[in-house]
């Protein structure tokens, strides 16, 4: 920090030591009360890690020496990065250069208040920066001999343990969840689910029941916020509801679909695949792996673009390497991304539904020719959209309907032994 000014150095180090108290206090304030007449458990159990897959790029890792930063930063609310590299005196073309490296992961444009960044200097500048999200997921951007950076995507996966909630519904369901011990986002997550099989005005009675099996993720003893529905049963007095994940879809007890399904190509025909998913794809000239995280369909400018699915779109924007690009959450499992546009027909926060027209294919951004790339991203990660597990299907394939039922029985088993549990208190 020595080589910034000395006010920059002051306001650095204030920020610092008011966010150092910060998350003092916010430590002493994480846990959560389980109200009289709700139970939760958690179950000793060792699960497999539910999330996909990902590629060799991102490895759990320990930091090494060189990502220990000697200037660190946390994202305030208002900050974009352009902001920040000036108060650190980087040069606007360094940021380019991390931009367009950042290119086939766009973690940089989700910046927002939390996230922290890491710089380390030498004599030519910026050597490596480092952005961190949350307590598992981190990128690392080195400079290479010709000035350009590489990076390197780390996720620590932790550990999933699932919880069993049981409780009764006083009020709404979220609320009601909230109250037994859910988080928020996953009573939310719930009534997404049901919402095409429950009228949630009509069918719900005070006094129903309901239980919730869900693995949270923890790293070394802290929750990362990341957590994953399993299973919920609703017994009501007018209406009766399962949901269970089973091939990273979900299906209610007798295995059939509640998800409405994707698309798997998202426009109105096929077109020739210009270039396929490749997570290890290295660039022809740097010889720097440049992973592909997408599709490319080779398609020319204007050709009608198609959601891929029902969701709300959470990004419009123009991006100096990626172009004109869109993406849209379907729900908190699944993302999907449309780069390189020349025109889009929806905005930010709009509700969209599957095969809905939504943009012009084009040729923006840094672009060899006019095409398509489309990303699809399931737990925050990308998959190849041609081969992943979507739901494309309504029910369960004849030959994995003994798996599935095992799996049901399994967690109305341990339901059933944490209600059990309860009443004996």
Known sequence: MSHLPTPHRIVLGSVFIILLVSVMLSENSSAVPVPPGQFRSTLPLELDDPVVTVDEQAETHEPSSDENPSI??????????????????????????????DVNLLALDTIQPGHQLGFN?????????IFRSGLTYKVVFD???KGDFEFKEYIEKGGYRRE????????????????????????????????????????????DKFQLAVSRQYVNGEYTGSSIIEGFVYDGAIRKQSAFLFDDNYFDAEGESLEKAFQRIPLAKRYR???????????????????HNGTDFAVGIGTPVLAAGDGVVSRVIKHRYAGLYIEIQHNRKYKTRYLH?????VRKG????????????????????????????????????MTAPIPVVQTIPRNKRGAFKQQVALIKSQMAEQLAQAEKQ
């Open 72 to 101: 660190s930063y946390v994202v305030q609310k208002g900050d974009m990065l352009s902001t920040i590299f000036d108060l650190l005196h980087i040069s606007q073309s360094t940021l380019y250069k991390l931009m367009e490296a």
């Open 121 to 129: 200097f030498d004599e030519n500048g910026l050597k490596q920066f």
């Open 143 to 145: 400079r290479g001999e």
């Open 164 to 207: 069993i909630i049981s409780g009764t519904v006083e009020g709404d369901l979220p609320r009601s969840m909230k109250r037994a011990g859910a988080r928020i986002a996953e009573a939310y997550q719930v009534t997404h689910l049901l919402k095409e099989r429950m009228n949630f005005r009509s069918h719900l009675r005070a006094g």
């Open 273 to 291: 695949i210009s270039s396929s998913f490749n997570p290890k794809r290295r660039h022809p000239i740097t010889k720097m792996i440049r992973p």
């Open 341 to 345: 546009l020349s025109k889009a027909y």
């Open 350 to 385: 709009q509700k969209v539904s599957r095969g809905q027209k939504i943009a012009a294919s084009g040729n923006s951004g840094r672009s060899t020719g006019a095409h398509l790339h489309y990303e699809l991203h399931v737990n925050g990660r990308p998959v190849n959209a």
